[in-house]
């Protein structure tokens, strides 16, 4: 039986925006995410990258995606290259690149996901940790040079410190280079840090879109369609609920920290 996976969604996503996608499982998510690059057409509608209709018959995919890059969740199970240069070289090497630029580009991508580019470059990336992996794998979309880069979950499976270091690089990576960069998590805290814009889903259908501090304050709303607010964010509703004139409006640790601190009527070098 045939089931409506998006309904009636329509959004535009600026250059260089960082915008976080959450919502519920099934709500439509990594649907949606692969209609950016055209690995779903749509039945009705239309989508466009910088202006061009992905619909029509002329249009290049393959450009597409160069310029669109895609991390899928446990991207190291595509991995498939004897070796970590031949891996992350894939995608340049099928464009064409001569190979002085494959090497320059694999080199390049390497160093941002923090990998050393002569220590791994011959060995085989399946002699790599889970986290190397998942850098690897980042790396090969990175070595396309996309404008806009969709991560759907790309920190599943990892230990926090080795999350909170691919979302601080794929951060740096946004604000250095101006690239867009879309990114699917179920991780409230993630997207409160990182990301400038929060995109709600349920149903197939965007429900809500705004700043994180928008989307953040209709508390009973996400969590109506079981989803939750940082953990920060329940901490001060429920410092608020006992009498502490605090601001709720709040999703990260250090904004709580130096608020408690002023409601006690401290400052922050005030206590060891």
Do not use: C
Request: glycine share 10%.
């Amino acid at each position: 039986m045939a089931k409506t996976a998006l309904n009636k969604v329509s959004l535009e996503i600026e250059d260089g925006e960082f915008v976080g996608l959450i919502g519920p499982t099934g709500s439509g998510k990594s649907t949606l995410i692969q209609h950016f690059n055209g690995l779903l057409l749509p039945s009705s509608g239309k989508v466009f990258v910088d202006g061009v209709d992905l619909a029509k018959k002329d249009v290049s995919l393959r450009l597409i995606r160069q310029k669109v890059g895609m991390v899928f969740q446990y991207p190291e199970h595509q991995l498939f290259g004897e070796t970590v240069l031949e891996d992350v070289g894939f995608g340049p090497r099928n464009g064409g690149l001569a190979e002085e630029e494959i090497v320059e580009r694999v080199k390049e991508a390497l160093n941002f996901v923090g990998l050393d580019y002569e220590g791994l470059k011959d060995r085989s990336p399946f002699e790599l940790s889970g986290g190397q992996k998942r850098r690897m794998a980042i790396a090969g979309v990175l070595a396309m040079r996309p404008s806009v880069l969709i991560l759907d979950e790309p920190t599943a499976g990892l230990d926090p410190a080795g999350r909170q270091e691919i979302l601080n690089e794929i951060k740096a990576l946004q604000e250095t280079r101006g690239i867009t960069v879309v990114l699917v998590t179920h991780s409230m805290e993630d997207v409160a840090r990182l990301v400038d814009r929060l995109i709600v889903m349920e149903k197939g259908a965007i429900i809500l879109d705004g700043t994180p501090l928008e989307v953040f304050r209709q508390v009973e709303r996400l969590r109506k369609i079981g989803l939750g607010v940082p953990k920060i964010t329940e901490l001060m509703h429920e410092l608020k609920k006992r009498g502490l004139d605090v601001n709720t409006d709040i999703f990260r640790v250090e904004q709580a920290e130096e608020e408690i601190l002023r409601v006690q009527g401290w400052k922050k070098h005030d206590h060891v």
